[in-house]
Protein backbone atom coordinates (compact mmCIF):
# COMPACT_ATOMS: atom_id res chain seq x y z
CA UNK A 1 0.00 0.00 0.00
CA UNK A 2 2.57 2.42 1.17
CA UNK A 3 5.04 1.67 -1.95
CA UNK A 4 1.84 2.54 -4.15
CA UNK A 5 1.63 6.09 -2.59
CA UNK A 6 4.99 6.70 -2.73
CA UNK A 7 5.31 5.53 -5.95
CA UNK A 8 2.61 7.85 -7.27
CA UNK A 9 3.90 10.83 -5.32
CA UNK A 10 6.92 10.35 -7.50
CA UNK A 11 5.29 10.19 -10.83
CA UNK A 12 2.61 14.08 -9.89
CA UNK A 13 6.59 15.08 -9.17
CA UNK A 14 7.86 13.85 -12.36
CA UNK A 15 4.56 15.06 -14.38
CA UNK A 16 4.99 18.27 -12.62
CA UNK A 17 8.83 18.82 -13.40
CA UNK A 18 7.59 18.10 -17.26
CA UNK A 19 5.12 20.60 -16.87
CA UNK A 20 6.99 23.37 -15.74
CA UNK A 21 10.21 22.24 -18.04
CA UNK A 22 7.49 22.44 -21.20
CA UNK A 23 6.38 25.69 -20.72
CA UNK A 24 9.38 27.32 -20.53
CA UNK A 25 10.89 25.68 -23.33
CA UNK A 26 7.35 26.31 -25.30
CA UNK A 27 7.46 30.01 -24.42
CA UNK A 28 11.01 30.42 -25.86
CA UNK A 29 10.01 28.88 -28.66
CA UNK A 30 7.02 31.46 -29.22
CA UNK A 31 9.70 33.86 -28.53
CA UNK A 32 12.21 32.89 -31.06
CA UNK A 33 9.49 32.58 -33.69
CA UNK A 34 8.29 36.16 -32.77
CA UNK A 35 11.96 37.39 -33.34
CA UNK A 36 11.99 35.70 -36.40
CA UNK A 37 8.40 37.01 -37.97
CA UNK A 38 9.54 40.84 -36.91
CA UNK A 39 13.67 39.82 -39.19
CA UNK A 40 11.50 38.71 -42.44
CA UNK A 41 8.90 41.87 -42.33
CA UNK A 42 12.11 43.96 -41.81
CA UNK A 43 14.01 42.24 -44.43
CA UNK A 44 10.84 42.40 -46.69
CA UNK A 45 11.50 46.62 -45.97
CA UNK A 46 14.54 46.78 -46.36
CA UNK A 47 14.07 44.91 -49.74
CA UNK A 48 11.71 47.85 -50.75
CA UNK A 49 13.85 50.26 -50.67
CA UNK A 50 16.06 50.94 -53.33
CA UNK A 51 13.15 50.12 -55.38
CA UNK A 52 11.33 52.70 -53.72
CA UNK A 53 14.23 55.41 -53.72
CA UNK A 54 15.31 54.88 -57.22
CA UNK A 55 11.01 56.03 -57.71
CA UNK A 56 11.67 59.16 -55.86
CA UNK A 57 15.31 59.84 -57.57
CA UNK A 58 13.43 59.82 -61.28
CA UNK A 59 11.53 63.04 -59.64
CA UNK A 60 13.47 64.92 -56.84
CA UNK A 61 16.96 63.76 -58.17
CA UNK A 62 18.75 66.63 -55.82
CA UNK A 63 17.02 65.42 -52.30
CA UNK A 64 20.74 63.64 -52.19
CA UNK A 65 20.77 64.09 -48.51
CA UNK A 66 17.75 62.45 -47.95
CA UNK A 67 18.80 58.98 -50.20
CA UNK A 68 22.40 59.26 -48.21
CA UNK A 69 20.13 58.75 -45.24
CA UNK A 70 17.85 56.25 -46.15
CA UNK A 71 20.57 54.32 -48.02
CA UNK A 72 22.93 54.34 -45.02
CA UNK A 73 20.13 54.10 -42.25
CA UNK A 74 19.31 50.55 -44.32
CA UNK A 75 22.68 49.70 -44.36
CA UNK A 76 22.77 49.77 -40.66
CA UNK A 77 19.53 47.75 -39.84
CA UNK A 78 20.74 44.98 -42.35
CA UNK A 79 24.16 44.44 -40.39
CA UNK A 80 22.50 44.45 -36.92
CA UNK A 81 22.55 41.73 -35.25
CA UNK A 82 21.09 41.92 -31.05
CA UNK A 83 17.92 42.71 -30.29
CA UNK A 84 18.90 46.20 -29.05
CA UNK A 85 21.03 46.97 -32.26
CA UNK A 86 18.02 45.91 -34.42
CA UNK A 87 15.73 48.07 -32.95
CA UNK A 88 18.47 51.17 -33.33
CA UNK A 89 18.51 50.62 -36.69
CA UNK A 90 14.56 50.43 -36.87
CA UNK A 91 14.42 53.24 -35.29
CA UNK A 92 16.65 55.39 -37.57
CA UNK A 93 15.13 53.93 -40.96
CA UNK A 94 11.67 54.43 -39.88
CA UNK A 95 12.82 57.94 -39.51
CA UNK A 96 14.80 58.11 -42.58
CA UNK A 97 12.00 56.68 -44.27
CA UNK A 98 9.73 59.08 -43.02
CA UNK A 99 11.97 62.06 -44.05
CA UNK A 100 11.97 60.30 -47.76
CA UNK A 101 7.85 60.54 -48.03
CA UNK A 102 7.69 64.25 -46.33
CA UNK A 103 10.40 64.76 -48.99
CA UNK A 104 7.72 63.39 -51.32
CA UNK A 105 4.83 65.54 -50.63
CA UNK A 106 6.46 68.59 -52.45
CA UNK A 107 6.07 66.63 -55.93
CA UNK A 108 2.77 65.77 -56.70
CA UNK A 109 3.82 64.25 -60.20
CA UNK A 110 5.77 61.72 -57.90
CA UNK A 111 2.49 61.45 -55.73
CA UNK A 112 0.08 60.78 -58.44
CA UNK A 113 2.76 58.54 -60.29
CA UNK A 114 1.05 54.74 -59.84
CA UNK A 115 4.75 53.20 -58.84
CA UNK A 116 5.01 55.47 -56.06
CA UNK A 117 1.39 54.56 -54.72
CA UNK A 118 2.15 50.89 -54.64
CA UNK A 119 5.26 51.40 -53.21
CA UNK A 120 3.79 53.52 -50.74
CA UNK A 121 0.77 50.89 -50.37
CA UNK A 122 3.40 48.12 -49.52
CA UNK A 123 5.64 50.34 -47.39
CA UNK A 124 2.58 51.34 -44.73
CA UNK A 125 1.85 47.50 -44.79
CA UNK A 126 4.82 46.52 -44.09
CA UNK A 127 5.66 49.18 -41.63
CA UNK A 128 2.28 47.70 -39.72
CA UNK A 129 3.76 44.84 -40.00
CA UNK A 130 6.95 45.63 -38.37
CA UNK A 131 4.79 46.94 -35.11
CA UNK A 132 2.53 44.52 -34.85
CA UNK A 133 5.56 42.08 -35.24
CA UNK A 134 6.98 43.81 -32.88
CA UNK A 135 4.11 44.33 -30.54
CA UNK A 136 4.01 40.24 -30.50
CA UNK A 137 7.24 39.89 -29.74
CA UNK A 138 6.98 42.04 -26.57
CA UNK A 139 3.95 40.32 -25.18
CA UNK A 140 5.89 37.24 -25.96
CA UNK A 141 8.92 38.00 -23.99
CA UNK A 142 6.60 39.87 -21.25
CA UNK A 143 5.39 36.19 -20.48
CA UNK A 144 8.37 33.88 -20.63
CA UNK A 145 10.36 36.90 -18.55
CA UNK A 146 7.40 36.85 -16.22
CA UNK A 147 7.60 32.51 -16.22
CA UNK A 148 11.21 32.80 -15.96
CA UNK A 149 10.74 35.29 -12.53
CA UNK A 150 7.99 33.92 -10.70
CA UNK A 151 7.50 30.26 -8.89
CA UNK A 152 7.41 27.71 -9.29
CA UNK A 153 8.80 28.17 -12.85
CA UNK A 154 11.47 30.12 -11.73
CA UNK A 155 13.19 26.46 -10.33
CA UNK A 156 13.45 25.53 -13.64
CA UNK A 157 15.14 28.22 -15.33
CA UNK A 158 18.43 26.36 -15.18
CA UNK A 159 16.96 22.54 -16.03
CA UNK A 160 15.47 23.84 -19.31
CA UNK A 161 18.29 26.33 -20.09
CA UNK A 162 16.02 29.49 -20.51
CA UNK A 163 16.49 32.93 -19.49
CA UNK A 164 14.81 36.45 -19.92
CA UNK A 165 14.89 37.78 -22.92
CA UNK A 166 15.25 41.15 -24.21
CA UNK A 167 12.20 43.92 -25.37
CA UNK A 168 12.68 45.29 -28.76
CA UNK A 169 12.33 48.81 -27.57
CA UNK A 170 12.62 51.80 -29.97
CA UNK A 171 12.22 54.24 -27.36
CA UNK A 172 15.60 56.22 -28.84
CA UNK A 173 15.50 59.81 -28.27
CA UNK A 174 15.20 60.67 -32.51
CA UNK A 175 12.34 58.75 -32.76
CA UNK A 176 10.57 61.23 -30.74
CA UNK A 177 11.42 64.09 -32.77
CA UNK A 178 9.36 65.35 -35.12
CA UNK A 179 11.29 64.95 -38.69
CA UNK A 180 13.52 67.55 -39.86
CA UNK A 181 12.06 68.20 -43.43
CA UNK A 182 14.25 70.98 -45.37
CA UNK A 183 11.96 72.39 -48.76
CA UNK B 1 -21.59 49.62 -18.91
CA UNK B 2 -18.62 47.57 -18.50
CA UNK B 3 -17.31 48.20 -14.85
CA UNK B 4 -13.39 48.39 -16.60
CA UNK B 5 -12.08 49.77 -20.08
CA UNK B 6 -8.63 48.06 -19.84
CA UNK B 7 -8.57 45.11 -22.32
CA UNK B 8 -6.81 42.75 -20.41
CA UNK B 9 -9.31 42.89 -17.30
CA UNK B 10 -12.44 42.81 -20.11
CA UNK B 11 -10.92 39.56 -21.57
CA UNK B 12 -10.75 37.78 -18.64
CA UNK B 13 -14.30 39.18 -17.60
CA UNK B 14 -15.90 38.03 -20.39
CA UNK B 15 -14.47 34.87 -20.53
CA UNK B 16 -15.27 34.19 -17.10
CA UNK B 17 -18.88 35.03 -17.68
CA UNK B 18 -18.64 32.76 -20.73
CA UNK B 19 -18.02 29.92 -18.13
CA UNK B 20 -20.31 30.35 -16.01
CA UNK B 21 -23.34 30.82 -18.80
CA UNK B 22 -22.03 27.26 -19.90
CA UNK B 23 -22.05 25.54 -16.88
CA UNK B 24 -25.56 27.53 -16.24
CA UNK B 25 -26.45 25.29 -19.85
CA UNK B 26 -25.14 22.44 -18.40
CA UNK B 27 -26.88 22.98 -14.89
CA UNK B 28 -30.32 22.81 -17.50
CA UNK B 29 -29.55 19.75 -18.90
CA UNK B 30 -29.11 18.10 -15.85
CA UNK B 31 -31.97 20.17 -14.27
CA UNK B 32 -34.07 18.70 -17.29
CA UNK B 33 -33.21 15.11 -16.79
CA UNK B 34 -33.61 15.01 -13.54
CA UNK B 35 -37.26 16.51 -14.02
CA UNK B 36 -37.72 13.35 -16.69
CA UNK B 37 -36.19 11.01 -13.93
CA UNK B 38 -39.25 12.48 -11.41
CA UNK B 39 -41.60 12.20 -14.05
CA UNK B 40 -40.84 8.68 -16.07
CA UNK B 41 -38.46 6.64 -14.17
CA UNK B 42 -35.15 5.80 -14.77
CA UNK B 43 -36.17 3.02 -17.32
CA UNK B 44 -37.01 5.90 -19.89
CA UNK B 45 -34.74 8.66 -18.78
CA UNK B 46 -31.72 6.46 -19.19
CA UNK B 47 -32.95 6.00 -22.77
CA UNK B 48 -33.69 9.47 -23.89
CA UNK B 49 -31.37 11.31 -22.60
CA UNK B 50 -28.65 9.86 -24.44
CA UNK B 51 -30.77 9.69 -27.25
CA UNK B 52 -31.61 13.96 -27.53
CA UNK B 53 -27.75 14.70 -26.59
CA UNK B 54 -26.96 12.35 -29.49
CA UNK B 55 -29.34 13.35 -32.06
CA UNK B 56 -28.21 17.19 -31.00
CA UNK B 57 -24.34 16.27 -30.99
CA UNK B 58 -24.72 14.63 -34.56
CA UNK B 59 -26.34 17.81 -36.12
CA UNK B 60 -24.27 20.39 -34.45
CA UNK B 61 -21.05 18.57 -35.24
CA UNK B 62 -21.33 18.17 -39.03
CA UNK B 63 -21.98 21.64 -39.31
CA UNK B 64 -19.04 22.96 -36.51
CA UNK B 65 -16.84 20.32 -38.64
CA UNK B 66 -17.63 21.89 -41.69
CA UNK B 67 -18.44 25.30 -40.81
CA UNK B 68 -16.17 27.01 -42.95
CA UNK B 69 -17.54 25.31 -46.18
CA UNK B 70 -21.28 24.96 -44.86
CA UNK B 71 -21.19 29.02 -44.01
CA UNK B 72 -19.68 29.77 -47.78
CA UNK B 73 -22.94 27.82 -49.19
CA UNK B 74 -25.23 29.22 -46.96
CA UNK B 75 -24.61 33.36 -47.27
CA UNK B 76 -23.08 33.15 -51.11
CA UNK B 77 -19.51 33.82 -49.89
CA UNK B 78 -16.77 33.47 -52.86
CA UNK B 79 -12.65 32.49 -51.65
CA UNK B 80 -10.57 35.37 -52.97
CA UNK B 81 -6.81 35.00 -53.71
CA UNK B 82 -4.37 38.07 -52.58
CA UNK B 83 -4.72 38.84 -56.47
CA UNK B 84 -8.27 39.89 -55.89
CA UNK B 85 -7.86 42.31 -53.16
CA UNK B 86 -3.99 42.74 -52.16
CA UNK B 87 -4.78 46.33 -50.07
CA UNK B 88 -7.20 44.08 -48.12
CA UNK B 89 -4.48 41.29 -47.35
CA UNK B 90 -2.54 43.57 -46.71
CA UNK B 91 -5.06 44.30 -43.94
CA UNK B 92 -5.05 41.05 -42.74
CA UNK B 93 -1.90 39.97 -42.51
CA UNK B 94 -1.12 42.95 -40.59
CA UNK B 95 -3.99 41.66 -38.32
CA UNK B 96 -2.43 38.17 -38.27
CA UNK B 97 0.95 38.70 -37.58
CA UNK B 98 -0.24 40.82 -34.53
CA UNK B 99 -2.55 38.09 -33.41
CA UNK B 100 -0.12 35.71 -33.84
CA UNK B 101 -2.34 33.20 -35.72
CA UNK B 102 -2.07 31.32 -39.34
CA UNK B 103 -3.27 33.26 -42.17
CA UNK B 104 -7.25 32.36 -42.89
CA UNK B 105 -9.12 32.23 -46.07
CA UNK B 106 -10.70 35.21 -47.05
CA UNK B 107 -14.12 35.40 -49.11
CA UNK B 108 -16.17 38.37 -50.58
CA UNK B 109 -20.27 38.61 -49.95
CA UNK B 110 -22.12 40.12 -52.78
CA UNK B 111 -23.98 42.46 -50.71
CA UNK B 112 -25.16 46.09 -50.43
CA UNK B 113 -24.64 46.15 -46.22
CA UNK B 114 -21.68 46.79 -45.20
CA UNK B 115 -21.05 43.68 -42.91
CA UNK B 116 -18.37 40.83 -42.24
CA UNK B 117 -17.90 37.43 -40.23
CA UNK B 118 -15.96 34.67 -39.36
CA UNK B 119 -15.93 31.15 -39.13
CA UNK B 120 -14.46 27.30 -38.97
CA UNK B 121 -13.81 24.50 -36.25
CA UNK B 122 -10.11 26.20 -35.32
CA UNK B 123 -7.56 28.54 -36.47
CA UNK B 124 -6.21 26.39 -38.93
CA UNK B 125 -9.58 25.99 -41.09
CA UNK B 126 -10.47 29.57 -40.10
CA UNK B 127 -12.47 31.60 -43.14
CA UNK B 128 -13.45 35.25 -42.99
CA UNK B 129 -15.72 37.30 -45.17
CA UNK B 130 -16.63 40.83 -46.04
CA UNK B 131 -19.71 42.13 -47.58
CA UNK B 132 -18.56 44.28 -51.09
CA UNK B 133 -19.84 47.58 -49.32
CA UNK B 134 -17.84 47.26 -46.18
CA UNK B 135 -14.82 47.60 -48.45
CA UNK B 136 -16.07 50.55 -49.72
CA UNK B 137 -17.65 52.21 -46.81
CA UNK B 138 -14.09 51.28 -44.60
CA UNK B 139 -11.04 53.33 -44.19
CA UNK B 140 -7.93 51.27 -43.44
CA UNK B 141 -7.88 51.80 -39.85
CA UNK B 142 -11.59 51.09 -39.61
CA UNK B 143 -11.29 47.62 -41.44
CA UNK B 144 -8.21 46.96 -39.33
CA UNK B 145 -10.71 47.13 -36.11
CA UNK B 146 -12.94 45.05 -38.48
CA UNK B 147 -10.47 42.08 -39.23
CA UNK B 148 -9.44 42.55 -35.72
CA UNK B 149 -12.68 41.19 -34.36
CA UNK B 150 -13.01 38.78 -36.36
CA UNK B 151 -9.76 37.17 -36.25
CA UNK B 152 -10.43 37.76 -32.11
CA UNK B 153 -13.37 35.36 -32.90
CA UNK B 154 -11.05 32.97 -34.49
CA UNK B 155 -8.84 33.28 -31.60
CA UNK B 156 -11.12 32.76 -29.10
CA UNK B 157 -12.69 29.72 -30.75
CA UNK B 158 -15.75 30.88 -31.03
CA UNK B 159 -17.71 28.57 -33.61
CA UNK B 160 -16.52 25.81 -30.89
CA UNK B 161 -18.25 28.15 -28.30
CA UNK B 162 -21.45 28.28 -29.86
CA UNK B 163 -21.66 25.30 -31.37
CA UNK B 164 -21.09 23.42 -27.97
CA UNK B 165 -24.16 25.60 -26.92
CA UNK B 166 -26.09 25.06 -29.86
CA UNK B 167 -25.98 21.44 -29.26
CA UNK B 168 -27.15 21.86 -25.04
CA UNK B 169 -29.79 24.04 -26.73
CA UNK B 170 -30.62 21.55 -29.19
CA UNK B 171 -30.74 18.44 -26.60
CA UNK B 172 -32.51 20.62 -24.17
CA UNK B 173 -35.33 21.13 -26.53
CA UNK B 174 -35.41 17.89 -28.31
CA UNK B 175 -35.87 15.95 -24.69
CA UNK B 176 -38.76 19.01 -23.50
CA UNK B 177 -40.07 17.99 -27.04
CA UNK B 178 -40.28 14.05 -26.12
CA UNK B 179 -41.52 14.29 -22.93
CA UNK B 180 -44.53 17.04 -23.89
CA UNK B 181 -45.37 13.40 -26.49
CA UNK B 182 -45.07 11.16 -24.01
CA UNK B 183 -46.89 12.74 -21.63
CA UNK B 184 -49.77 13.37 -24.76
CA UNK B 185 -49.67 9.82 -25.36
CA UNK B 186 -49.80 8.39 -21.86
CA UNK B 187 -46.02 7.71 -21.12
CA UNK B 188 -44.91 7.87 -17.88
CA UNK B 189 -46.36 4.68 -16.69
CA UNK B 190 -43.61 4.09 -14.27
CA UNK B 191 -44.66 7.40 -12.58
CA UNK B 192 -47.49 5.48 -10.67
CA UNK B 193 -45.32 2.98 -9.28
CA UNK B 194 -42.84 5.37 -7.89
CA UNK B 195 -43.98 6.97 -4.65
CA UNK B 196 -42.49 10.68 -6.29
CA UNK B 197 -43.66 13.94 -4.47
CA UNK B 198 -46.53 15.65 -6.28
CA UNK B 199 -45.05 18.74 -5.75
CA UNK B 200 -41.61 17.76 -7.34
CA UNK B 201 -43.70 16.52 -10.17
CA UNK B 202 -45.38 19.58 -10.81
CA UNK B 203 -41.66 21.28 -10.38
CA UNK B 204 -40.81 18.38 -13.45
CA UNK B 205 -43.32 20.00 -15.85
CA UNK B 206 -42.93 23.98 -15.07
CA UNK B 207 -38.66 22.56 -15.94
CA UNK B 208 -39.95 20.94 -18.62
CA UNK B 209 -42.09 23.92 -20.56
CA UNK B 210 -39.54 26.07 -19.34
CA UNK B 211 -36.27 24.54 -20.09
CA UNK B 212 -35.84 25.22 -23.79
CA UNK B 213 -36.84 28.68 -23.27
CA UNK B 214 -34.14 29.20 -20.72
CA UNK B 215 -31.85 27.50 -23.02
CA UNK B 216 -32.26 29.75 -25.57
CA UNK B 217 -31.69 33.16 -23.27
CA UNK B 218 -28.55 31.13 -22.27
CA UNK B 219 -27.16 30.99 -25.81
CA UNK B 220 -27.97 34.36 -27.44
CA UNK B 221 -26.32 35.47 -23.80
CA UNK B 222 -23.80 33.35 -25.01
CA UNK B 223 -23.33 34.45 -27.95
CA UNK B 224 -23.49 38.29 -27.12
CA UNK B 225 -20.88 37.82 -24.24
CA UNK B 226 -18.45 36.65 -27.23
CA UNK B 227 -19.39 39.60 -29.09
CA UNK B 228 -18.17 41.31 -26.09
CA UNK B 229 -15.16 39.26 -25.81
CA UNK B 230 -13.72 39.46 -29.80
CA UNK B 231 -14.68 43.43 -29.13
CA UNK B 232 -11.73 43.18 -26.17
CA UNK B 233 -9.62 40.93 -28.37
CA UNK B 234 -9.83 42.72 -31.06
CA UNK B 235 -8.00 45.66 -29.16
CA UNK B 236 -5.64 43.91 -27.46
CA UNK B 237 -4.50 43.03 -31.43
CA UNK B 238 -4.58 46.26 -33.07
CA UNK B 239 -4.36 48.00 -28.96
CA UNK B 240 -6.20 50.44 -31.54
CA UNK B 241 -9.85 51.16 -30.29
CA UNK B 242 -10.70 54.22 -32.79
CA UNK B 243 -10.79 51.70 -35.35
CA UNK B 244 -13.09 49.40 -34.27
CA UNK B 245 -14.98 52.02 -32.28
CA UNK B 246 -15.31 53.98 -35.94
CA UNK B 247 -16.11 51.08 -37.86
CA UNK B 248 -18.90 50.28 -35.29
CA UNK B 249 -20.08 53.45 -36.02
CA UNK B 250 -20.44 53.32 -39.51
CA UNK B 251 -22.52 50.19 -39.21
CA UNK B 252 -25.17 51.80 -36.46
CA UNK B 253 -25.24 54.58 -39.02
CA UNK B 254 -26.01 52.34 -42.10
CA UNK B 255 -29.51 50.90 -42.34
CA UNK B 256 -29.14 48.28 -44.80
CA UNK B 257 -28.91 44.63 -43.70
CA UNK B 258 -27.53 41.83 -45.03
CA UNK B 259 -29.49 40.31 -47.83
CA UNK B 260 -29.97 36.72 -46.54
CA UNK B 261 -31.78 36.95 -42.96
CA UNK B 262 -30.98 33.63 -42.08
CA UNK B 263 -31.38 32.77 -38.35
CA UNK B 264 -29.33 30.18 -39.11
CA UNK B 265 -26.28 32.18 -39.78
CA UNK B 266 -27.32 35.28 -37.84
CA UNK B 267 -25.07 35.39 -34.86
CA UNK B 268 -21.79 34.91 -37.17
CA UNK B 269 -21.84 38.49 -38.02
CA UNK B 270 -20.15 41.15 -36.78
CA UNK B 271 -23.58 43.55 -36.75
CA UNK B 272 -26.24 41.57 -36.47
CA UNK B 273 -28.37 41.54 -39.68
CA UNK B 274 -31.62 41.03 -37.43
CA UNK B 275 -31.91 44.48 -36.48
CA UNK B 276 -35.09 45.36 -34.67
CA UNK B 277 -36.72 41.57 -35.70
CA UNK B 278 -35.32 40.29 -32.33
CA UNK B 279 -38.17 40.23 -29.94
CA UNK B 280 -35.86 41.27 -27.11
CA UNK B 281 -32.68 42.44 -26.18
CA UNK B 282 -32.63 39.09 -24.22
CA UNK B 283 -32.89 36.94 -27.24
CA UNK B 284 -30.69 39.29 -29.32
CA UNK B 285 -27.24 37.16 -30.44
CA UNK B 286 -25.63 40.66 -30.21
CA UNK B 287 -24.97 43.36 -27.50
CA UNK B 288 -26.95 46.95 -28.33
CA UNK B 289 -23.83 48.30 -30.69
CA UNK B 290 -24.16 51.87 -28.89
CA UNK B 291 -23.02 49.90 -25.65
CA UNK B 292 -19.79 48.46 -27.89
CA UNK B 293 -19.20 51.70 -29.25
CA UNK B 294 -19.40 53.22 -25.28
CA UNK B 295 -17.01 50.59 -24.19
CA UNK B 296 -14.36 50.92 -26.95
CA UNK B 297 -14.81 54.62 -26.19
CA UNK B 298 -13.63 54.34 -22.47
CA UNK B 299 -10.79 51.86 -23.33
CA UNK B 300 -9.37 55.09 -25.99
CA UNK B 301 -9.74 57.18 -22.64
CA UNK B 302 -7.12 54.95 -20.87
CA UNK B 303 -4.32 55.99 -23.75
CA UNK B 304 -2.08 54.22 -25.38
CA UNK B 305 -1.58 50.52 -23.65
CA UNK B 306 0.73 48.21 -23.95
Known amino acids: MEIIIVLGVIALLVLFVVAQYNRLVRLNITVDEAWAQIEVQLKRRADLIPNLVETVKGYAAHEQSTFDAVVTARAKSTSASTVGEVAAADGALTNALRGLLAVAEAYPDLKASANFLSLQEELSTTENKVSFARQFYNDNVRALNQAVATIPTSFFTGLAKVDARAFYEVENPSDREVPNVKF | ?306
Open chain 2, 1 to 306: MAPSSNFRELESANKGKTYFLLASMGLLTWLIAYAALTYFGAGTTSFIVPLAVGISLVGVWGSYYGSDKLVLTMTGAKVITREDAPELFNVIEEVVIASGLPMPKVAIVEDTAPNAFATGRDPDHALIAFTTRILEVMDRDELQGVIAHEMAHVANRDTLVSAVAATTAGAIAMLSDFMMRMMWFGGGRDRRDSNANPILLVVSLVVMILAPIAAMLLKSAISRKRESLADATAVSFTRNPAGLRKALEVLASDTTVVQQKSNAVAHIWIESPLDGKAVSKLFSTHPPIEERIATLRAMESLGPSN
